[in-house]
């Protein structure tokens, strides 16, 4: 297909410039620097959570969580801790391939977590020795940065430079990680040796603590003023850790707090205010999900002096994770984002909680319920299992239930969510979008939509491969699963849509009646010019009971040689005289799923292609193949008014 070549604007890397927003500093506005003096506790004083050596508290939690910590930490008894040979961390640089090194980071990192809280658990001493070989492993690493983000540094891709210590999101998590092992262990690691608890403080400080608070030039800290992604509360939140657990210096420790904050402004300032995460459901996970987690601990590191949950942005940043919910594991997956995802069930009831959201707090509920958090575990990080395993017995008998919205406009990012009935998965849904193609983790889909049948998908966004260099380079857009020819949208004298914030919806109108719900929006400007689009008006429209109509009412100035409309499907296609049969099962699933779509044969003729799926990100969510339709024009008309129609 053609496609006139621009440069890429908006990476996971790379936040997108700042435009005109309201400055709305609800932290900083509120809280400076004097001010944090008087409620922060000094670091020998700072007891977040009991330690392994307070045994009572950890004694009092239930038989089965603290017996499935320590089976846990057992596996882990004999971990051999493997090497990370420079090679495999040239990989990167060399043929693009982030999963080796990270593979094995990951497994190092599991391993100690595991052996942390098992030994926190028990409090017997079994597992220090083993401990002891992993804070030592992880202290010597040359960085804690991965390959994939070594831009940060100036001398670029290739081997991280030992004298330019720099902060991506895995430098901060393995700091938060060895500050929590350093809290809770400490006394118990300086029996094994007294310079193990120090060579953390130190590493903790060479790496994280002494670069976040000396540099304001790592793009994620949005310094002066600009727009960032989910890497900044991501690190902040680790950063903060850090500096709560680690800093040793009254007045750094101040510093580097407020500094934090005036970071965290940066996300928000610039945060739809609708609450929407245009990185989609799986990354409000660490976007706003990790909000929640600065929030949460900076409450506590103030003794509640410091706490927003009365903040309307606030609020609506956590209910978007119940709005974009589909159906058991399936949400609205547009962007970078799989179309399963499961969610942190204990952070999202805790949010739920400060906002006195019962719809959000039912659906963490339901989430810890489900994977039966007594005998499995908490998810996540290690503060994340702090803040939520003494709360884990309320949790495990709340009300729990997901939720169903019936409907639910975005009008900052343009996105609406509808369905049949409130309440129940039952009958239609339908997702459909406006936006840019600059957005965080951006596809070029600008008015793309997604449908699913009694909560299962039909019409499908695919989501996106497994990462590798090429995901966030110049050529982000030659990979098929970004293009707008692999979404449902039109391809127009074989040009897809282009990047950038310029390619935009324009004209967008949301309406919703109790008997339809309706996104029309104006699409020409996503296209390049050389389309020879005048007008490209898509409505797509649900009708409560009978199913989804997409209609594209179009003018080109010129007659053009091809015009195609793109429908994804997880399942296989029988071609009939007026309409399409689709159905199937989807991956992993019993439900047998059955819809049509009916057209104009006289307009529009179908073709199938099956895509062979080899990617395992892909294979995971919707096994070894998916089906591309094509419908072409006939007579590829200068105007006209193209509907399709899908019914059961």
């Known amino acids: 297909m053609k496609r006139p070549f621009t440069s890429l604007i908006c990476l996971t890397l790379l936040a997108v410039p700042s435009i005109a927003e309201e400055r709305r500093n609800i932290l900083t506005g509120e809280t400076s620097v004097e001010s944090l003096r008087k409620v922060i506790s000094p670091l020998t004083e700072f007891k977040p959570f009991p330690t392994a050596s307070d045994r009572e508290a950890w004694e009092a939690l239930p038989a089965t969580l603290k017996d499935h910590y320590i089976k846990r930490g057992e596996r ?7 090497n990370l040979p420079a090679t495999v961390y040239l990989e990167f640089d060399r043929i693009g391939n982030r999963s080796n090194y990270q593979g094995i980071v990951n497994r190092r990192r599991r391993a100690l977590v595991d052996l942390v809280l098992a030994e926190t658990m028990e409090g017997k001493g079994r ?4 401990i002891a070989n992993g804070v030592w492993a992880t202290c010597e690493e040359t960085s804690w940065v991965i390959p994939a983000h070594l831009s940060l540094q100036k001398a670029g891709r290739g081997l991280p430079d030992v004298n330019e210590p720099t902060v991506d999101l895995f430098a901060a998590e393995t700091g938060a990680s060895l500050a929590w092992t350093h809290y809770l262990l400490r006394d ?19 790496r994280i603590l002494s670069p976040n608070l000396e540099r304001d030039d790592f793009w994620w800290m949005g310094f002066p003023d600009s727009r960032v992604n989910n890497w900044n509360p991501w690190i902040n939140t680790n950063w903060l850790t850090c500096v709560l657990l680690s800093e040793r210096n009254d007045e750094r420790r101040i510093a580097g707090i407020h500094k934090t904050m005036r970071s965290i402004e ?15 459901p799986g990354y409000w996970n660490v976007a706003g999900g990790r909000l929640f987690d600065y929030l949460e601990f900076l409450r506590v590191a103030s003794g509640d002096a410091i706490q927003h949950y009365d903040n309307q942005l606030i609020r609506e940043i956590g209910r978007f994770v119940t709005k974009a919910h589909i159906h058991e594991g399936y949400v609205v997956n547009f962007a970078d984002a799989g179309a399963r995802s499961g969610i942190a069930g204990e952070m999202v009831y805790r949010y739920g909680k400060k906002i006195q959201d019962p719809t959000m707090m039912a659906f ?13 575990g908490v998810s996540g990080n290690i503060s994340r299992q702090l803040f939520s395993i003494f709360d884990l017995e309320e949790m495990m008998s709340a009300p729990a239930a997901q939720p169903y919205t019936k409907d639910a406009w975005l009008p900052d990012i343009q996105v609406m969510y509808a369905r049949s009935t409130a309440g129940a998965s039952d009958g239609w849904f339908v997702a459909a979008k406006g936006g840019h193609n600059a957005e965080s983790h951006n596809h070029n889909d600008v008015g793309s939509y997604i449908v699913y049948i009694d909560g299962y998908p039909a019409v499908i966004d695919i989501g996106v491969e497994s990462y590798r260099r090429k995901t966030f380079s110049r050529d982000r857009y030659d990979i098929w699963t970004m293009q707008s020819a692999y979404h449902n949208l039109p391809t127009i004298n074989g040009m897809m849509q282009m990047e950038g914030r310029e390619h935009r919806a324009t004209d967008v109108q949301y309406e919703s009646t109790a008997g339809y719900a309706r996104l029309q929006t104006t699409i020409t400007g996503a296209y390049p010019k050389e389309t020879g689009i005048e007008r490209w008006n898509r409505t797509v429209r649900l009708d409560r009971t009978t199913g989804v109509t ?3 009412q179009y003018a080109l100035d010129t ?7 793109t429908f994804m499907t997880p399942y296989a296609v029988t071609i009939m005289d007026d309409h399409l049969d689709i159905g199937g099962i989807p991956h992993r699933e019993e439900k047998l799923v059955g819809f049509s779509i009916h057209y104009n044969p006289s307009q529009v003729v179908p073709t199938v292609e099956t895509i062979a799926i080899e990617d395992r990100n892909l294979k995971r969510t919707w096994g070894d193949v998916l089906y591309r339709v094509l419908f072409t024009h006939r007579t590829n008309a200068t105007s006209d008014t193209v509907t399709f129609e899908i019914r059961r």
């Not at 610039?270 to 990185?279: Q, V």
């Not at 963490?364 to 499995?376: D, I, K, T």
């Not at 007659?559 to 409309?565: C, G, I, R, V, Y």
Request: proline letters at 7%; glycine letters at 8%.
């Open 127 to 130: 597992f220090l020795e083993q």
């Open 76 to 82: 882990s008894l004999e971990f051999e801790w493997p």
């Open 266 to 280: 940066n996300f928000l300032n610039h945060y739809p205010a609708d609450g929407g995460c245009d990185e989609g």
């Open 364 to 376: 963490g509920a339901w989430a810890v319920q489900g994977r039966n958090s007594f005998r499995r």
């Open 559 to 565: 007659k053009p040689d091809s015009l195609t409309f």
């Open 550 to 552: 997409v209609s594209d």
């Open 188 to 206: 118990q690691l300086a029996i094994v040796s007294p310079l193990l608890p120090e060579r953390i403080l130190t590493e903790i400080d060479r």
